[in-house]
T-cell receptor, first 111, second 114 residues
Framework: GENVEQHPSTLSVQEGDSAVIKCTYS??????FPWYKQELGKGPQLIID?????GEKKDQRIAVTLNKTAKHFSLHITETQPEDSAVYFC??????????FGQGTTLQVKP | DSGVTQTPKHLITATGQRVTLRCSPR?????VYWYQQSLDQGLQFLIQ???????AKGNILERFSAQQFPDLHSELNLSSLELGDSALYFC?????????????FGPGTRLTVL
């Protein structure tokens, strides 16, 4: 069935370093890949997304890459700041619209 | 602020009871998705409505039901509650029915079943 695997489950970096979170999806019909940031007590917040006809997308300090052949997509955060500390979720969607989420990555940025 | 509102923020109830969770989508958005977030299952899709009609179903229990009203707000009804139903319930709003439109999440309702 549909599945999204996300790694690592926890990630600790020093302020200013880069952070990379990787996801693998199973459904080859997936065509939309959003990333969400969830802070404690809040709902998931969309931070960046990529569609299947694009290989890479960048928005300031965050970027996402997609390898359709390998069914991999990754989130890259550069120059991390303490306020980047949160749980990050990847997700995949087909034309059904429903999001299949990864298990989440807890990112800690140490000052 | 995503523009999606959910009420109540917290709900504490007992096993066997029934509750209703409410979601108001962003202005103009036609589609509403419901998700459940628990520690062991993560974020799981429950059900989707588009312009008042059910569009897709996930692993939603038969004890759970939802509807979307003419003003596009949606309600998720949970009945015969069990301890395992304790979770965060989120709705997400989407402009249209296409899969590649962004979904914007509300702040969630935390349900505790005692």
């Amino acid at each position: 069935g549909e599945n999204v695997e996300q790694h690592p489950s926890t990630l600790s970096v020093q302020e200013g370093d880069s952070a990379v979170i990787k996801c693998t999806y199973s459904d080859s019909a997936s065509n939309y890949f959003p990333w969400y940031k969830q802070e404690l007590g809040k709902g998931p917040q969309l931070i960046i997304d990529i569609r299947s006809n694009v290989g890479e997308k960048k928005d300031q300090r965050i970027a996402v890459t997609l390898n359709k052949t390998a069914k991999h997509f990754s989130l890259h955060i550069t120059e991390t700041q303490p306020e980047d500390s949160a749980v990050y979720f990847c997700a995949a969607s087909t034309n059904t619209g429903k999001l299949i989420f990864g298990q989440g990555t807890t990112l800690q940025v140490k000052p | 602020d995503s523009g999606v509102t959910q009420t109540p923020k917290h709900l504490i109830t007992a096993t066997g009871q029934r509750v209703t969770l409410r979601c108001s989508p962003r202005s103009g958005d036609l589609s509403v998705y419901w998700y459940q977030q628990s520690l062991d299952q993560g974020l799981q899709f429950l059900i989707q409505y588009y312009n008042g009609e059910e569009r897709a179903k996930g692993n939603i229990l038969e004890r759970f039901s939802a509807q979307q009203f003419p003003d596009l707000h949606s309600e998720l009804n949970l009945s015969s509650l069990e301890l395992g139903d304790s979770a965060l319930y989120f709705c997400a709003s989407q402009p249209g029915g296409r899969s590649y439109n962004e979904q914007f999440f509300g702040p969630g309702t935390r349900l505790t079943v005692l």
